[in-house]
């Protein structure tokens, strides 16, 4: 199973790394060789031990046995700066930028070119440009991070790197936040990274992207080396059973099914942005029936956010009408759309999922800690909320370090999020919204979320999906609805359409008359 | 080296259980804050006075025990205000007006005992009930503001303080039956007005003491067991999160403002009706426009609390220890200024004591379980990895 290929001229090799924490061995006896010029993706799942090592590789711990090498030489990495020194850069997930400094202060942050204590921004300045003409990275060294997109971010970290000289680019899943069209555009700017000598560690569970660029993938599961493949030699489906240990299935398991009645109705909404007070939404209309997944599509920021907010009452609409089986709740309060028959994944759900400092089992009952079955006369019946707790966590899965009363923040991302599907899965619901489920979710957990949302749809719920993930919306909707700059430009059925033409609905270049949804289904 | 590793093996078995459990780390971070306020006060007095240092320091740390029964009186105004910021606080609320809920609530016990005429046995009962409306009016007009148009609590309930002060005096200066103008102070309070005396000889301790720890302990179990303590911290901890489950925020707000500030009028009517050691006395209001103390006191009280109704308990009574100490250690030659300062440092230092918190958890780890700390880390960047 193991297979190590060899051929000389590495400029890092990390041998027999082990790394330990107290009950966990983070890294088991791992080496990783990474060649000049190429690109090195590390696979895998969420605690597989990706992060750890690279927080060796960076100087952020320090390994109980194993060595660096650099160009054959051992080296000695305390700290970050140590790392910065020999040429390693590193792109951390979570963008570490000033948000009201410029691109360009933020670029010679803690490397300033000075001269008499004064800095000396025009050199700078003439560097960034020269670097991000070179490579590709269009920047605005004098706009302010705050008011930049998050691709333009990552491009910003990129050439803080590059501005440093360093020659080993580590990118800590920097796709997790991109685009379609971003993705597609990084990946060219790694190429040319590669072609240019560098050498790039790439950090992902996407494996489309390996396939795409990578030369070579070193896969991790539970601390452990299971092997380094030459990308051009294996397939999606070796890599992944290498990360997770089984086979996953790619393509969604989906029985034909007829939807039935219309569960989900929203006419000619439209909502104003709360920041600048100008329309996001514009008169949308759609149903959503019994038994069928909708999935709304699109680039991040035309419209999906708002559109579930006023669906969910986060937010209210300007105007239009919603429709929950047949009842009005344009305005109804949240908790009478939740006893309606609402559940809702949402977006963020460390803002709005959960209650970070709160046990497991008091954010299972979240949506349910006022019904008769967990309170009685305004007193919280503990013991049947742990009881609920210990049976959705064995139903669902839901791992913990001390089961019910894990204070959640403590939690694993997957694990967290598995627990708001356990909590709105289970409640009584007649739809289900789900906005970007997956999100920075590990294959295992996405299969498993998929899994799940399907079941809903075959249990003949209505599922309402938002989703930025092409492949997620070709796999398991059944109808797509292309929205752009806050309107609905084209429904798509995923059988017959492409990725290619879903990208030109998306990009705007594309769209349909939307054609009036016949209102003969209301009451 | 030897001192050290009889305590590592000492803290290594359960260091685990010990320093990951809440309610003993802030417990230990309030001793914390003590600890190092007390040094500082101490050096304090001997920059002042350094011959009597010594004596007087003992007499602030230690005086105390002589007076009990003073310790509980003069706790059980702070205990309230105490209770109410840190009530307040649960739901992410800073109610900084507990003096003007505790002045309103001074003042409306007064009324009902002067200008109500009711049957002895529940007139005190009444008064204190009046004390804790007229606290909570003055918690709730912050409350709707932050609520319904989303004004700071902060800005609204500070003015409170003032407006609900200068309405006081005026009232109580216009009310010739309650007001003695050549004494500056109202009338003494017939004694059926005064809340039953304990009976401790030389204090003026009374059933109030005995009150706010019950309505602390009913405070705790409303936080922990009810519906209502149950939305009100999930709102503290995370308000978007509440919205999303449908809580109903504004309401909430509204409520916790109202019990926080009759909370702290509770607190005034304890203060004013409470029972005179020299008979045929009482407590009187002077109307010379000052904020009331005992309400920031509160917030000292509450910070030191950890805004635990439990934990307020014993933080009010420990406030009242020291303060009761200090006045003794006048006796020595030490001005009461410096007493206060003194004071001032340990309330000064216990509003630091959840950074000292983590800073002191940081440091027994760091010396004694390192690779639990790098545990930590590590999960904190797996959960990272994982957003």
Known sequence: MVKVVDMGDYIIEMLNITKKFPGVVANDNITLKLKRGEIHALLGENGAGKSTLMSVLFGLYQPDSGEIRKNGQVVKINNPNDANALGIGMVHQHFKLVEIFTVLENIILGVEPSKMGFIQKNEARKKVMELSEKYGLRVDPDAYIEDITVGMQQRVEILKMLYRDNEILIFDEPTAVLTPQEIRELLQIMKGFAREGKSILFITHKLNEIMEVADRCTVLRKGKLIGTVNVKDTTKEELSRMMVGRDISFSVNKKEKKPGKVVLSVRNLNVVSKIHGKNVVKNVSFDVRAGEIVCIAGIDGNGQTEIVNAITGLEKPTSGKIMLNGHDITRASIRERSIRGMSHIPEDRHKHGLVLDYKLEENLVLQRYWQPEFQNRGFIKFDSVRKYAEKLIEKFDIRSGQGPVTIVRSMSGGNQQKAIIAREIDKDHDLLIAVQPTRGLDIGAIEYVHKQLVERRDAGKAVLLVSLELDEVMDISDRILVIYEGEIVGELNPKTTTMEELGLYMSGAKRDVVKEINDAGEE | ?387
């Open chain 2, 1 to 387: 080296m030897q001192e050290r590793n009889s305590l590592l093996n000492k803290t290594k078995f359960n260091l685990k259980d010990i320093t990951d459990n809440s309610v003993f780390s802030s417990f230990l971070s309030a001793l914390l804050a003590i600890f190092l306020g007390l040094i500082f006060g101490f050096i304090v007095m001997l920059v002042a006075a350094p011959a009597n240092a010594l004596t007087g320091f003992r007499l602030i740390v230690l005086g105390g025990f002589r007076r009990i029964g003073d310790v509980f009186y003069f706790a059980t105004p702070i205990l309230m205000t105490g209770l109410s910021v840190g009530f307040a606080f649960k739901m992410g609320l800073f109610n900084i007006g507990a003096s003007g809920q505790y002045t309103m609530g001074m003042f409306f016990a007064l009324y009902v005992g002067f200008m109500w005429d009711l049957p002895d046995s529940i007139h005190w009962i009444v008064a204190c009930i009046a004390g804790f409306i007229g606290g909570m009016l003055w918690g709730i007009i912050p409350g709707l503001f932050k609520a319904l148009l989303n004004v700071n609590e902060v800005i609204t309930s500070i003015m409170f303080n003032y407006i609900g002060m200068y309405l006081v005096d005026m009232l109580i200066q216009g009310n010739s039956v309650m007001y003695v103008s050549d004494k500056t102070r109202t009338r003494y309070l017939p004694a059926e007005v005064q809340i039953p005396s304990l009976g401790i000889p030389n204090s003026n301790v009374n059933l109030g003491i005995i009150l706010a720890i019950i309505i602390g302990i009913i405070l705790y179990i409303v936080l922990q067991k009810t519906i209502f303590g149950y939305e009100l911290k999930a709102t503290g901890y995370n308000r978007f999160a509440s919205e999303y489950a449908g809580m109903k925020g504004k309401r909430n707000i509204i409520i916790t403002m109202a019990i926080a500030g009759g909370l702290s009028g509770l607190g005034g009517a304890f203060a004013i009706l409470a029972p005179s050691a020299i008979a045929g006395s009482s407590m009187t209001y002077e109307p010379i426009n000052i904020i009331a103390a005992n309400g920031f006191n509160g917030i000292a009280v509450a910070l030191l609390g950890n805004a635990h109704p439990i934990g307020t308990i014993f933080s009010a009574v420990f406030i009242s220890h020291i303060q009761r100490g200090g006045t003794l250690a006048s006796l020595v030659g030490y001005k009461p200024e410096i007493i206060d300062v003194v004071i001032a440092v340990i309330i000064y230092f216990s509003a630091f004591s959840m950074i000292m918190n983590s800073a002191f958890i940081g440091f027994i780890k760091r010396h004694f379980g390192k690779g639990k700390k790098d545990f930590d880390d590590n999960m904190d960047n797996e959960i990272k990895e994982a957003e």
